[in-house]
C-alpha cells in the first residue's frame, strides 16, 4: 500500500494543467498564419506542425507530473527506528511509615533517606523523576518530571503524620509507580523503592511482573541489622508481651525482591557508592531497552522516480523540442 508522506506537493499538478492548456493555445494560434500566409512560406517560417508536436508535451507533463509525485514522498516501505532514551524515567517509592523514624542511622532513618534522595536528584540532570510516599496506601508527591529541583524542595516535608493511614503495602505502591511511568509516556523505566521493611512473596511476585513489562525494581534499604525501637507518641512500640519491638533491616529478603525486579539493591551508604551503583544499572538497563525497542516508520521512496525523470528531462529541454513547445 502506497501513501504520500508530503500529500500537500500534490497541489502543484494544478499548476501544470494551466501550462499545457497555455501551450495548447499558442500551438493553436501558430494555425491560424495558414490563412493570411501563403503555405509555402509558412514552410520558411515556421516550425513544422504535425502530429510529432504533441510528443514535447506530453513528454513536459509527464515529467512534471513525476516531479511532483516524488516530491510529495510516496512510500511503499516501511524500516525499523530505534527508540532511545526510553529508560532514563525513574519512580521513586519512599516508605513513610513509622519505622522510618527509628535512628539507626541517626538522626533517623526518614531524614538520612531524603539526604539521600536530594543526593540522586542534584547528580544526575539527564534523567526524570516522580516521587510517591507509601504506607499502606500510595500517595504521589510529584509526577514524573525533568525538574529535580521541585522534587528536592518537597522533601523536607514529608513525613508518617501526613499520611491518613500507618502500615506497610508494597505491593499498592508498586502498581502506583507503574501508573506514574505510563502516565509520563514511558511504559517502560524504572522504579527505586526506598523501605526499610520485610517484604512477602507477593511483593516479589509483583516485582516479576513489573520485570517483564519492562519495568525494573531496585531497592535502597535503610537501617541496620541491629536494627532499633519504632518510636510512638507514648515511648515505643511493644508486642504483646510487653517487649520493646526492634526494627531490623532484612538485607537478605530485599536482595531477593531487586533480583525478581531485575534491579540491584544497596544500602544506604554515608558515600555516593549506593547513588553510583544505582545509576550505573539504570544506564546498563536503558541501552538494553533501546537495542530492543524500535517503531515502524514510513519511508520515503520518492527519490527511485528521478531515474525515470532526469531522462525524461533530458529529451523535453533539447533544443529542438524546446523550440516546438515555444
Not at 147 to 168: F, H, K, Y
Not at 250 to 277: C, F, M, P, W
Request: charged share 15%.
Amino acid at each position: 500500500m502506497s501513501i504520500f508522506l508530503k500529500p500537500w506537493w500534490l497541489l502543484a499538478i494544478f499548476p501544470l494543467l494551466l501550462i499545457i492548456i497555455w501551450i495548447y493555445y499558442r500551438q493553436t494560434k501558430s494555425h491560424n498564419w495558414h490563412k493570411v500566409c501563403d503555405a509555402e512560406l509558412l514552410k520558411v517560417q515556421l516550425i513544422s506542425i504535425g502530429d510529432s508536436s504533441i510528443i514535447p508535451i506530453i513528454l513536459l507533463g509527464l515529467a512534471w507530473l513525476i516531479a511532483v509525485v516524488a516530491l510529495a514522498g510516496p512510500s511503499w516501505t516501511t524500516v525499523k527506528s530505534p527508540i532511545f532514551k526510553s529508560s532514563n524515567t525513574t519512580v521513586i517509592l519512599l516508605e513513610l511509615s513509622q519505622e522510618m523514624m527509628v535512628q539507626d542511622p541517626n538522626p533517623n532513618r526518614l531524614t538520612r533517606a531524603k539526604y539521600k534522595i536530594s543526593d540522586l536528584l542534584r547528580s544526575t540532570n539527564d534523567r526524570q523523576y516522580g516521587l510517591a510516599v507509601y504506607s499502606s496506601e500510595p500517595f504521589t508527591v510529584s509526577p514524573v518530571t525533568s525538574d529535580g529541583a521541585t522534587i528536592d524542595s518537597l522533601l523536607s516535608a514529608l513525613d508518617p503524620s501526613l499520611l491518613p493511614i500507618g502500615g506497610r503495602n508494597i505491593v499498592f505502591a508498586l502498581d502506583h509507580a507503574k501508573d506514574l511511568l505510563v502516565q509520563s509516556g514511558q511504559p517502560k523505566g524504572n522504579i527505586l523503592l526506598v523501605t526499610t521493611g520485610n517484604v512477602n512473596s507477593e511483593v516479589i511476585a509483583k516485582a516479576a511482573h513489573l520485570k517483564h513489562q519492562g519495568i525494573t525494581t531496585s531497592v535502597l534499604g535503610v537501617g541496620s541489622a541491629i536494627g532499633g525501637p519504632i518510636p510512638e507518641s507514648t515511648g515505643f512500640l511493644k508486642d504483646g508481651n510487653n517487649k520493646v519491638v526492634l526494627s531490623k533491616l532484612n538485607r537478605t529478603v530485599l536482595e531477593k525482591l531487586a533480583k525478581a525486579g531485575g534491579g540491584i539493591y544497596k544500602t544506604l551508604s554515608h558515600d555516593q557508592l549506593d547513588l553510583n551503583s544505582l545509576v550505573s544499572s539504570w544506564n546498563i538497563q536503558a541501552e538494553k531497552i533501546e537495542d530492543n525497542l524500535s517503531v515502524d516508520r514510513r519511508r520515503n521512496d520518492g527519490y527511485w522516480l528521478l531515474w525515470i525523470l532526469i531522462p525524461l528531462i533530458s529529451l523535453v529541454f533539447s533544443v529542438g523540442w524546446r523550440n516546438s513547445i515555444i
